[in-house]
């Protein structure tokens, strides 16, 4: 009977997760079997101990171990690594160290990276195959943790626990924006590895140092030193650092060095020109460097979105097929990779664009389906039936919607995640890449970091991330107990600000921010949208106001300080776009001519023009407050690259504001009582 009423608990535990974090902590990725008990066990007192002969990465994690539950105790849990403990945790791996995944992984109960892990009133024991499950069994119970202190406790509980996919990676670009420096990289793995990713593309166009380049990139790029560290830290974490190149297109950096110029299909172009000799001995040089570099037994080739590739065609005449170019030099490229053992990926929107080259891709070789609009299943067919049919091995690529976007689109990315996971479980994709893009050259990623690990959870479990509940869960374990239900808020605050400034702006709300708001179309939109220009802002005040009290109460700043400022960059957004109609509308009011000179002060010039707090001055004054703190924001997370460009845009824009203040100041002082006042957007444009 008592059985029979675990196993009822047990269903219920599994099936109500929102009913389970009210008695629990939040628990995520979420376990795939978890039976909790009753009673607790005090974390104060607690040792722990190896009960097998303990690998270099075994006591990597019991330090890590240590250190975090040290923290949570306010007092030493500490390592020991003799047996038997006194009063303990208990780790024992039952194969072999076996730190990152392989090719040829699987998922499952029978997993390299599956553990159980059980705790009773008496201690804590953790039983896993290799390290890797040990370090993610010592994860969850770092968040099974509730209180601080003396009152910190762990809840009786038994878990069993394996991923649903052996291959759960975030792709990050060092290219098409800032450099990222080599501490925040570090920085991004120890937050992957919290919610147990295992892979981590570094995307490089040309950001990484090669031998005998010394033009290309020389201060935008990793050092080679710089990227064996960063896979050494990955590693440590059971992450593995994995190349992700682009060796047929997206090559404009080299490119636009004179001495590189004419290896493209066109003088400074974007894509090699796989007949030209040069361009294989150049590509032989280059894959030699980068498979020494990386130790990772995956590499990945790049291959997407040659957009050159059909007029290079017609360059060569009538006899040069583009799907047979492609081929042809995915097969040299994958053939030079394999000569040093690698297991070669490609992304695969040019394979299904040409659906006859999917018959003569390289044996073994891994394509990935990127798609990061979310729809049905049917949506993802269009990338995942030629790879199915043809039986290619493959993966799925999902985004995290921030490349063009004030805030990161969290509504957007999760869906993505949720959708493309579920059609490529179906299809047998092997794993999941999530995807952080840099295209505008604007964007602060820590903003990202909860699409990341959403994505991370997503690929872990068997089940859908309980979407409804994701901030609050994510925040518990992130941040504080204090500062945690402000951050939940803040999140969802700062979804909804983004999506009302969709609203008015389209998807791309980061590269709209600096249209001219006087514009016809773009007045007529912000007219027709003022409700949704007020929700912006109201949204973003009211997360902005949470995150300054979440970072009072001890919240993280090297995360809260980035979202704080995405808060005022939205409510700026706002400010923005409402300012071009009210203002026409104000401009309307006057009437049809100048009135007299009192009437104008009061109802024009001291509310628009005036340099103690008019509408113009509030925003010159908040674009040149917010230009600095983005400068830091920048700096916390990225090298000085690129840095003055991106500000160039800031100054542009305070620059603008000011161009229209002085044009209808000196539309005031050259006009007069009477005169007929001409269309406002007329005076702005300076006609």
């Known amino acids: 009977m008592l059985g029979k009423r675990l196993t009822i608990f047990a269903a219920i535990a599994l099936a109500a997760p929102g009913w389970i974090s009210a008695q629990h902590h939040p628990l995520l990725p979420r376990p795939q079997e978890i039976h909790y008990g009753t009673g607790e066990l005090a974390l104060r007192g607690l040792e722990i101990c190896f009960v097998s002969t303990p690998a270099p990465e075994d006591r990597f994690a019991g330090r890590e171990l240590s250190s975090a539950l040290s923290a949570r105790a306010e007092g030493s849990i500490p390592l020991n690594e003799s047996y038997p403990c006194q009063h303990g945790i208990l780790l024992r791996r039952t194969g072999g160290s076996d730190p990152l995944p392989l090719p040829g992984e699987t998922a499952g109960p029978d997993s390299r990276e599956a553990y159980s892990l059980q705790v009773t009133s008496d201690g804590i024991t953790v039983i896993a195959r290799s390290s890797a499950g040990m370090y993610y069994a010592g994860r969850t119970l770092i968040q099974l943790v509730q209180g601080t202190g003396a009152q910190a406790v762990v809840p009786v509980v038994e878990i069993k626990d394996w991923p649903a996919l052996a291959y759960r990676g975030v792709m990050v670009d060092m290219s098409h924006g800032a450099l990222p420096t080599e501490k925040e990289v570090e920085r991004q793995l120890e937050f992957l590895a919290q919610w147990k990713a295992n892979q981590y593309y570094f995307y490089s166009e040309d950001s990484i140092e090669l031998k005998g380049f010394s033009l290309l990139n020389p201060r935008g790029r990793f050092s080679q030193d710089e990227v064996r560290r960063i896979i050494a830290y990955g590693r440590e974490r059971h992450i593995d650092v994995i190349p992700c190149l682009e060796l047929y297109g997206h090559q404009h950096d080299l490119f636009r060095v004179e001495k590189y110029s004419q290896l493209p299909d066109m003088p400074h172009g974007t894509e090699f020109d796989p007949r030209n000799p040069q361009v294989n001995s150049l590509l032989n040089d280059w894959v030699t460097q980068l498979a020494q570099l990386f130790p990772s037994p995956f590499v990945h080739i790049g291959f997407d979105e040659a957009f050159q590739i ?371 957007e007329t005076v702005v444009e300076g006609h």
């Open 310 to 680: 059909e007029q290079a065609a017609r360059k060569g005449g009538m006899a040069a097929q583009p799907a047979q170019l492609f081929v042809g030099q995915l097969n040299n490229v994958d053939h030079l990779f394999r000569q040093f053992g690698k297991t070669v990926m490609a992304w695969g929107d040019i394979m299904v664009k040409y659906p006859t080259i999917v018959s003569q891709l390289p044996p073994g070789l891994i394509a990935v389906a990127w798609e990061y609009d979310p729809g049905p299943e049917s949506h993802y067919q269009h990338w995942l039936g030629p790879l199915g049919a043809q039986h290619i091995p493959h993966m799925i690529a999902t985004g995290v919607t921030c490349w063009n976007q004030v805030m990161p689109d969290y509504a957007r990315s999760f869906e993505n995640i949720d959708t493309f996971l579920a059609a490529g479980r179906k299809s047998g994709a092997q794993g999941m890449m999530n995807t952080l893009w840099t295209d505008d050259a604007q964007n602060l990623l820590r903003t990202a970091w909860p699409g990341l690990a959403y994505g991370a959870a997503a690929a872990w479990q068997s089940t859908p991330v309980d979407r409804e509940n994701f901030f609050s869960g994510y925040s518990a374990l992130a941040y504080p107990a204090a500062a945690a239900p402000e951050v939940a808020e803040a999140l969802k605050d700062l979804d909804a600000s983004e999506l009302a400034l969709q609203k008015v702006l389209g998807g791309d709300t980061m590269l709209a921010l600096w249209r001219d708001p006087f514009a016809p179309a773009v007045l007529k939109e912000c007219t027709a949208h003022a409700e949704d220009l007020r929700q912006t802002r109201l949204l973003a005040e009211d997360a902005e106001n949470r995150l300054e009290h979440a970072l009072s109460v001890g919240g993280d700043p090297a995360t809260l300080e980035c979202l704080l400022f995405g808060s005022r960059l939205l409510d700026y957004a706002g400010e923005r776009f409402q300012t071009a109609p009210e203002l026409e509308a104000m401009w309307r009011n006057v009437g049809a001519r100048r009135p007299k000179d009192e009437l104008w002060w009061n109802e024009w010039e001291s509310q628009v023009t005036y340099q103690d707090h008019s509408r113009l001055v509030d925003l010159m004054d908040a674009i040149t407050e917010l230009r600095p703190q983005y400068r830091s924001a920048w700096l916390d997370e990225y090298t000085p690259y690129r840095l003055d460009s991106a500000l160039g845009r800031w100054e542009a824009e305070y620059q603008y504001w000011r161009t229209v203040q002085d044009r209808l100041l000196a539309f005031s002082e050259s006009s007069h009582e009477g005169q007929s006042l001409p269309p406002l």
